[in-house]
């Protein structure tokens, strides 16, 4: 049957989470008449509850499944064995999307993950450059970034401190950050006494901590409050509102301005194209009745997996192997974090049970360029974050250290006494695309619908052992400062799904290696704009909220301003 | 966000237990206090029916009775998962979101009855904590199981939703008289948290509700 055909409009945004939640409001401020398409459904913040069951066990049974009906494959290699398949995607839908959930942390890159390639082969030579690296730098600079960094954090809403304003540091804030043109809207997250603790044992290391900034209010912002620090925010929604997603923050002012219109429940199969290679709207099913929305632009802001398995669905005479794929990049220069953390066990409680993870406590003296690296076999580092918040299962599933069984009386009377005595530190590493790493569609693997899911092809490089190899040291060292007794390391696996997917659909001036160009469209089809950060080419030292979000505003400002030339 | 009326997503702070928490309240910090005594009393003793559906036979049943009891022990430091509800808790997780895990269940727990009866002559649950300790202990190292293929994956499944029953929340069935929160220390979920709460030395009251009793003022 052929689909319902609705009224053209100016703008399709597929998506309206982190980034397509965020593109809406210039797009809507501007006059565009825009259509938001989303998976899921609305939340209210009473459908937020600090339940850990339903929140970290069963994520979100009240949500609509989608992401959990596709959940991509991993391999080790192009020959190598199947990585197992995790029973949960670590993403969800709902407007808002992951926004909804996430820990809030928003960061900005720093200047040197902007030009990764030129700054190494400048300080310390081209065999520097890990073998089979296809990192580029960037084709913007961290300074055309800077105002749309700013634009996220003040309409976002960012808790935190500047390091350095204009070039002015302050031992307050991170000092290694990149110049910022002013303070963060509003203040830190609170102090909470171990965030303090490890601040202090950093300090005597001679190290630089400081409190990460997040998207969580930190005072009363709008209509909403400030955080309430109960403890259940990491794959949690905030039940007061306090956490700034886009389904509480620039939807709302979309909708406000009557340009944008939400569609929840839109299923999304493919986005069309005619004869000429220009994109003409979006094909989606709800209730399993297919409906076609025309648009003059379509903005794809899926997250990375889905983004590069919709445009490889979207097949068409124009585009054979896929939407925007002529060159064959999509799905190129993927990469996520490596999983890297220490745990440390005390002798003494340490009070973690609430606050939000972004209150803790944060060191870059290990990350980026922040050091010298001419003999350690690696290019850039990690952000070392200790967290707050412990829930009570996790705190019972913790590593014995091997002081004990895994069950049994002698279990139980060591989690009665550690429950509450143990931290991880998180190293999140800096990595770089390479030849053998990508995204396709998997030859056997199909979602209930029918289409292929989405494959990762991954693997851990050397440079990569090394790096983890010398944060964990460091990782460790922290700890053992602050009174550890024991530690226990994560052991150097490849990573198969991220909530922290790069690349795919990577942005650069030359066609012949990048899908999209400096303002996020694609090099070959010209109304197609690609937000979310699988257009990033360096992944950072750090999650990438902020900068997706930056990105996306700049996209979407692009848009408005060439508006004539794009939309025709 | 003073814009968006009628927004469907929009909902600002004003759950029904914020709504009973004055202003002057959470600029005191002591929202915490009202958290607790909004819950009326009689709610606080979790008192249960057999409300879980049926998935198990008599004989399964007693032999995951059995198994949670050994995860965790009745002892000096506390209850076993058994009387902390952790049974009653994967039952009707099996009648719910792991219906698709209820053959893993069934099959795990007929090997261990299998090999208890091959051993002793005795089903599982009527061997004695010794012998049941050693079958376990060759479960959980994937030896000596007979037929039973994965008994290590069995063994780590029941271990995870032991641990669920015991630490998760009450309204799930499981940490009766929140026993696995008492026996961490954890002093339980509440709306809002101080600054003091969360100083290194505090010593932070017992909230005794259930996360669904903190929202929405039920189970």
């Known amino acids: ?568 | 966000m003073g814009s968006g009326q009628g927004v469907p997503g929009k909902h600002t702070a004003g759950s029904s237990l914020l709504q009973s928490v004055s202003r002057r309240d959470l600029l005191a910090g002591t929202a915490v206090t009202i958290a607790c005594a909004f819950v009326p009393a009689s709610a606080l003793r979790l008192t249960r029916t057999s409300t879980a559906a049926e998935v198990l036979t008599s004989t399964e049943r007693q032999a995951l009775e059995a198994m949670v009891s050994r995860i965790i022990p009745a002892d000096a430091n506390g209850p076993a998962a058994l009387e902390a509800g952790c049974a009653r808790y994967i039952e009707s997780a099996l009648a719910g979101a792991y219906q698709s895990l209820r053959k893993a269940y069934l099959s795990g727990l007929a090997a261990l009855n299998a090999i208890a009866m091959s051993n002793g002559g005795k089903s599982f649950a009527a061997s004695g904590a010794t012998e049941q300790d050693k079958i376990l202990s060759e479960f959980e190292q994937n030896t000596e199981v007979g037929d039973y293929g994965d008994s290590a994956a069995f063994f780590e499944l029941v271990r995870r939703h032991t641990l669920e029953g015991m630490f998760g929340d009450p309204s799930y069935g499981g940490n009766a008289n929140f026993a696995g929160w008492d026996l961490i220390g954890y002093p339980g979920p509440r709306m809002f948290v101080s600054a003091r709460m969360q100083e290194m030395d505090a010593k932070i009251p017992l909230s005794r509700v259930s996360a669904k009793q903190l929202v929405h003022g039920s189970r």
């Open chain 1, 1 to 568: 049957m052929a689909p319902v055909k609705l009224p053209k409009t100016d703008v399709v945004v597929i998506g309206l989470g982190a980034a397509g939640g965020f593109a809406v409001l210039p797009l809507a401020q501007a006059g565009l008449k825009v259509v938001g398409l989303e998976a899921g459904g609305w939340f209210q913040a009473k459908d937020h509850v600090p339940d850990e069951i339903r929140n970290n066990i069963r994520h979100w049974p009240h949500a609509v499944q989608k992401a959990n009906q596709e959940i991509p494959t991993a391999r080790n290699g192009r020959d190598g064995p199947a990585l197992p398949r995790p029973a949960y995607h670590p993403m969800m839908n709902g407007v808002g999307g992951t926004s909804l959930h996430y820990w809030g942390q928003s960061w900005r890159l720093t200047e040197w993950d902007f030009k990764v390639r030129s700054e190494t082969v400048r300080r310390y030579g081209a065999s520097a450059i890990p073998a089979g690296s296809t990192v580029e730098d960037w084709p913007l600079s961290y300074e055309e970034l800077e105002p749309y960094y700013d634009k996220a954090e003040y309409t976002i809403g960012v808790s935190g401190k500047a390091g350095n304003i204009r070039g002015t540091r302050d031992e307050a804030g991170n000092i290694f950050e990149s110049p910022r043109q002013r303070e963060y809207p509003m203040p830190a997250l609170r102090h909470a006494g171990f965030a303090d603790h490890m601040a202090e044992a950093a300090k005597r290391l001679g190290w630089h901590s400081y409190c990460p900034p997040a998207a969580i209010n930190s005072v009363p912002r709008d209509d909403r409050p400030a955080c309430f620090y109960h403890g259940f925010c990491g794959s949690g929604g905030c039940p007061v509102n306090a956490k700034n997603s886009t389904a509480v923050t620039t939807i709302p002012q979309a909708l406000a301005t009557r340009n944008l219109r939400v569609v929840p429940y839109a299923h999304v199969i493919a986005i069309d194209s005619d004869d000429h290679g220009r994109v003409t709207g979006v094909r989606y099913l709800t209730d399993k009745k297919e409906y076609f929305q025309p648009a003059s632009v379509v903005l794809l802001a899926g997250y990375t997996y889905e983004n590069i398995r919709l445009l490889l669905l979207s097949t068409s005479k124009a585009y054979p192997r896929g939407l925007a794929n002529n060159h064959g990049q999509v799905g190129l220069h993927y990469m996520s974090h490596t999983r890297n953390g220490v745990m440390g066990l005390f002798p003494f409680d340490l009070n973690r049970w609430y606050g939000t993870p972004a209150q803790g406590t944060s060191v870059d003296d290990w990350s980026d360029d922040n050091f010298d690296h001419a003999q350690l076999g690696f290019i850039g580092g990690g952000n070392l974050l200790v967290p707050m918040e412990l829930k009570p299962i996790e705190a019972a599933s913790m590593s014995t250290f091997g002081k004990a069984p895994r069950w049994g009386s002698a279990w139980k009377a060591f989690v009665k006494e550690n429950a509450d005595r143990w931290t991880p530190v998180w190293a999140q590493i800096s990595t770089f695309p390479f030849e053998d790493r990508f995204l396709d569609l998997d030859p056997e693997v199909k979602d209930p619908l029918g289409y292929p899911v989405c494959r990762l092809t991954v693997g851990l490089k050397e440079s990569e052992k090394r790096a983890m190899t010398f944060m964990q040291d460091k990782a460790e060292q922290w700890l053992r400062e602050a009174g550890a007794s024991a530690v226990d390391k994560l052991s150097h696996v490849p990573i198969g799904l991220s909530t922290h997917a790069y690349g795919g659909t990577r942005m650069g001036d030359n066609v012949e290696t990048n899908v999209v160009n400096r303002w996020g469209f694609s090099h070959e089809a010209p109304n197609l704009g690609i937000l979310g950060a699988s257009v990033m080419g360096t992944s950072g030292a750090r999650n990438p909220t902020l900068t997706v979000q930056a990105l996306a505003w700049r996209t979407a400002d692009h848009l408005v301003k060439e508006w004539k030339s794009i939309a025709l």
